[in-house]
T-cell receptor, first 114, second 114 residues
Framework: KAGVTQTPRYLIKTRGQQVTLSCSPI?????VSWYQQTPGQGLQFLFE???????NKGNFPGRFSGRQFSNSRSEMNVSTLELGDSALYLC?????????????FGPGTRLTVL | AQSVTQPDIHITVSEGASLELRCNYS??????LFWYVQSPGQGLQLLLK??????LVQGIKGFEAEFKRSQSSFNLRKPSVHWSDAAEYFC????????????FGTGTQLKVEL
């Protein structure tokens, strides 16, 4: 079974632009979570989607948004990019998003904001 | 709110030596605890998890962890480290209540000397 895939793997943007990142979960997984990883703040939870609905949200500004499609694929969008948004964005999928479900992580999208 | 502390930012061990990575958590109820490993340029891979039952948990790659409620700890151990174990290790706690939201520690970078 294929793992979690994220596209693109690397992205360079300039301040003020917006960006969309994509995540394809493992087949059959219905929950998709997004995390931001930076050297200063570490790994931080952004949001989780299940059945096309945002079920959990972390403490990030409204510039960070996401959505999930009927096939469980998910996208996250960051508008009005800031230098501090430079990070590795990780997507994780799990079967149903229960606390006991294992989350499987993708390789991440490395976003650089200039 | 839950939190995770990994007191050691860097650890260096010799190949073949034993390893213990420390993790302390703060959570009001019975925690859902995880250890993940991240190699350079990769996403996170689950090593093991604890939800309930036997407090000594076996994981992949020869790792184990012991849950100690009285000490609020979930330390990761390996009896004999291999050079390929060099990576960053993250302890995480689940939020409970569904939604797969994980709170991560700051990570411990493991270096293995040959």
């Amino acid at each position: 079974k294929a793992g979690v895939t994220q596209t693109p793997r690397y992205l360079i943007k300039t301040r003020g632009q917006q960006v969309t990142l994509s995540c394809s979960p493992i087949s059959g997984h219905r929950s998709v979570s997004w995390y931001q990883q930076t050297p200063g703040q570490g790994l931080q939870f952004l949001f989780e989607y299940f059945s096309e609905t945002q079920r959990n949200k972390g403490n990030f500004p409204g510039r960070f948004s996401g959505r999930q499609f009927s096939n469980s694929r998910s996208e996250m969008n960051v508008s009005t990019l800031e230098l501090g948004d430079s990070a590795l964005y990780l997507c994780a999928s799990s079967l149903e998003g229960h606390d006991t479900d294992t989350q499987y992580f993708g390789p991440g999208t490395r976003l650089t904001v200039l | 709110a839950q939190s995770v502390t990994q007191p050691d930012i860097h650890i260096t061990v010799s190949e073949g030596a034993s390893l213990e990575l420390r993790c302390n958590y703060s959570y009001g109820a019975t925690p859902y605890l995880f250890w993940y490993v991240q190699s350079p340029g990769q996403g996170l891979q689950l090593l093991l998890k604890y939800f309930s039952g036997d407090t000594l948990v076996q994981g992949i790659k020869g790792f184990e962890a012991e849950f100690k409620r009285s000490q609020s700890s979930f330390n990761l151990r390996k009896p004999s480290v291999h050079w390929s174990d060099a990576a960053e290790y993250f302890c995480a706690v689940g939020a409970g209540g569904g939604g797969n939201k994980l709170t991560f520690g700051t990570g411990t970078q493991l270096k293995v000397e040959l």
